[in-house]
């Protein structure tokens, strides 16, 4: 890791400021995924921002027909959540499958969502629950904010204050997960909404995207036979030595079968 | 440099330690607690797994200054006056261990583990030591260890 200097934030608005007056520095969460960064040398910020703990950050709250999740909230505190596990169960059950305990134990939905890795998982519920992304700046949806490959329609120096999910009929996610890392190798978030129904994949291309032909074949009926015959384009999709993309396709497929029969078991 | 105060099992520490200061290196380095192992430094083994305020973290991925005025415990503060704590004495009964290298850190995700659930299944002690690597033992005794530590910790309870 390069040299650096380590900054404690008191607020987010005086974050916000020291990123407007530093343009090199950068936001430190749980650093699960920045620190490893930066110890490869991958990045040379001047300074570090640590925001977690900001109590702005770490608020959960249902209310008004939604489930609010302050971005400091770390996994395994989504994960046992009674308030998410009551609002939105699959959500607290993808946060408990992130990793390891130890990762979980750091690392924040604000981080994930920030970083938009290709395979993680919350995007598949930000992205599958049609989610409100709202930042110091403004309100992003869920459509609009994930842009493939680490790419999000953060600017420079927005920083993410908390995630708004509009509560489900009902939702189901499930993943392959890469042994080693515990990553998606592919992972399928369905959420039955007041919209119809939404089908979001992560894990298997270069980013989170949703899948319209399983959403289209879904909205006749929430049977597996439709999803038997949606059309997935495999060209698109990752392959690397994990897996090819044909596979990767056929896992999609298989994890939204999974997701699917979670949905329909229980809510 | 970054002035930090860390109360290590118990005792208030206080350095002053480069900003890019590691937990795992502070702990090592400025404190002389070398039972805190970095088997990979990339985040993946947990033999640099320590507890900061009650919770299990990977100490080679926090900065000393992010840990400035938590509680910091390590394999050291484990044992008391002289005595093993009940998970490390399941580890020696059940030969949960054979060079030994892990071992600090899957003891204290164990402690982690059992704080959380105090009876788990097999499968639970799984997924618990998911973040744990192992190089010699092929788990099977760690396994068994998790569980008699958690017996031994259920009847010191009772
Ligand atoms: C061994 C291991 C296994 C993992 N397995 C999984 C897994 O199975 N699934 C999964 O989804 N993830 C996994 N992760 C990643 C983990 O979930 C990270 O916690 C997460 O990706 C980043 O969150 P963080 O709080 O640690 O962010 P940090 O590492 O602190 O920050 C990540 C990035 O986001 C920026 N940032 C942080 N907070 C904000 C904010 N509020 N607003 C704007 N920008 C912000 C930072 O500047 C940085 O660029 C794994 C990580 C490790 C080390
Ligand atoms: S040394 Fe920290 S996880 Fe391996
Ligand atoms: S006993 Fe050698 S690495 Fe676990």
New binding site residues.
């Given amino acids: 890791m390069y040299a650096l200097n380590y900054v404690k934030a008191k607020s987010v608005q005086e974050a916000a400021e020291f990123l407007a007056a530093n343009p090199e520095a ?12 930066l110890k490869q040398r991958l ?1 040379r ?1 001047t300074h ?2 640590d ?2 703990g900001l109590p702005e ?1 770490r608020r959960i709250e249902a209310k008004g027909g939604r489930l609010v999740v302050g ?2 909230m ?2 395994h505190e989504v994960a046992t959540s009674a308030v998410v596990k009551k609002a939105i169960p699959a959500l607290a059950g993808l946060a408990g ?4 305990p ?3 134990n ?10 938009n ?1 290709p ?5 598949a519920a930000v992205l599958g629950l049609g989610a409100t992304v709202v ?2 700046k403004r309100e992003i949806a869920a459509d609009d904010y994930f842009q493939g490959l680490f790419t999000t329609a ?1 600017g420079e120096g ?4 908390r995630v708004e999910f509009p509560l489900p009929k009902k939702a189901a996610y499930c ?1 392959f ?2 042994p080693a ?4 190798v592919a992972g399928v978030f369905i959420a039955q909404t007041a919209g119809g129904v939404r089908v979001a994949v ?1 894990g298997a291309g270069p980013g989170v995207f949703r899948w319209s032909a399983a959403e289209a074949a879904l909205a006749k009926g929430l049977k597996p036979a439709a999803l038997e015959s949606a059309k997935l384009d495999a060209s698109g999709l990752n392959s690397d030595i994990h897996a090819d993309r044909e596979y990767r396709a056929n896992l999609v497929r298989v994890m939204a079968k999974r997701a699917l029969a979670k949905l329909s078991g229980k809510k | 440099m970054a002035k930090v105060t860390i109360k290590v099992n118990g005792t208030n520490q206080t350095r002053a330690v480069e900003d890019r200061t590691l937990l795992v290196n502070f702990l090592r380095d400025e404190l002389g607690l070398t039972g805190t192992h970095v088997g990979c430094d ?3 083994c947990g033999c640099c797994t320590v507890h900061v305020n009650g919770r299990a973290v ?1 100490s080679c ?1 926090l900065l000393a200054a992010q840990a400035n005025g938590a509680e910091v415990l390590t394999i050291e503060g484990m044992a008391k006056k002289g005595k093993l704590h009940p998970i490390q004495q399941a580890f020696s009964e059940c030969h949960g261990l054979q060079c030994g290298f892990c071992t600090p850190g899957m003891i204290m995700a164990t402690a982690g583990l059992l704080k959380d659930n105090a009876n788990p299944t097999e499968e639970q002690i799984y997924k618990g030591l998911e ?1 744990n690597l192992c190089r010699c033992t092929g788990y099977i005794n760690i396994v068994k260890a998790v569980k008699r530590s958690a017996k031994l910790l259920r009847g010191k309870a009772r």
């Fill in positions: 950068k936001l430190l969460a749980g650093g699960m995924t920045l620190l490893p960064t990045a910020p570090l921002v925001i977690a950050l971005a400091g770390k996994h499958e992130i990793g390891d130890q990762v979980r750091q690392g924040t939905i604000g981080g994930s969502v920030a970083n890795d395979a993680a998982d919350y995007p930042t110091t953060l927005e920083i993410v204050v993943k997960h890469h890392s515990g990553y998606a992560t | 990339t985040s993946q990977k991925t973040g």
